[in-house]
T-cell receptor
Framework: DAKTTQPPSMDCAEGRAANLPCNHS???????VYWYRQIHSQGPQYIIH???NNETNEMASLIITEDRKSSTLILPHATLRDTAVYYC???????????????FGQGTILTVHP | GAVVSQHPSWVICKSGTSVKIECRSL??????MFWYRQFPKQSLMLMAT?????????EQGVEKDKFLINHASLTLSTLTVTSAHPEDSSFYIC?????????????FGEGSRLTVL
């Protein structure tokens, strides 16, 4: 799986958009970009994933650059409950017994303040 | 959405004893479950991959005789920490992949915090 690079920490004001960047310059053509977050002392929570098109769901938007070497997770209106560690992971979406095996980096600690 | 449940959510044990942690997929069948370990202020580290009806595959550096994994059914995998020592104190998390259908989502349990005295 391709390696990702994320800033170690970010701050965001409540109600504002939080934009979390991720670099994955060695991503392969069949690798997806996944975002998970982990609130303190809980298991990771799936947020969104995408291949090359931008994606949006009820939680967030994912913007992937045209060359796919980087992406940005956008939380449109951050709340205090969005304070968590956000992980950007790239991996093949399916196939064989490795399906579901995720390699976590250090992630970005997002702190949303009042 | 699919739910993965772990039990117990926290456990304290004496050094030298064994502790069993359960991971259940509550509303789907999971052919594969994954066990992770997370030390304070660190990221999740994959320990092993558990396939229903077969032996688990352990990551490099993880002692299979110390961390016994059993995946006896499509909804249950167990991790047993044998002869636990204080350095085994950690947050253990499982994840499960749904049988038969690809989904971008991978489902994680709530985690089990082990403290060995």
């Amino acid at each position: 799986d391709a390696k990702t690079t994320q800033p170690p920490s970010m701050d965001c004001a409540e109600g504002r958009a939080a934009n979390l960047p991720c670099n994955h310059s060695t991503i392969s053509g069949n690798e997806y970009v996944y975002w998970y977050r982990q609130i303190h002392s809980q298991g990771p929570q799936y947020i969104i994933h995408g291949l090359k098109n931008n994606e949006t769901n009820e939680m967030a938007s994912l913007i992937i650059t045209e060359d796919r070497k980087s992406s940005t997770l956008i939380l449109p209106h951050a709340t205090l409950r969005d304070t968590a560690v956000y992980y950007c992971i790239v991996r093949v979406a399916s196939g064989g017994t490795s399906y579901g095996k995720l390699t976590f980096g250090q992630g970005t600690i997002l702190t949303v303040h009042p | 959405g699919a739910v993965v449940s772990q039990h117990p959510s926290w456990v304290i044990c004496k050094s030298g004893t064994s502790v069993k942690i359960e991971c259940r997929s509550l509303d789907f069948q999971a052919t594969t479950m994954f066990w992770y370990r997370q030390f304070p202020k660190q990221s999740l580290m994959l320990m092993a991959t558990s396939n229903e009806g077969s032996k688990a595959t352990y990551e490099q550096g993880v002692e299979k005789d110390k961390f016994l994994i059993n995946h006896a059914s499509l909804t249950l995998s167990t991790l047993t920490v044998t002869s636990a020592h204080p350095e085994d104190s950690s947050f253990y998390i499982c994840s499960a992949s749904r049988r038969g259908a690809w989904s971008g989502e991978l489902f994680f349990g709530e985690g089990s915090r082990l403290t060995v005295l």
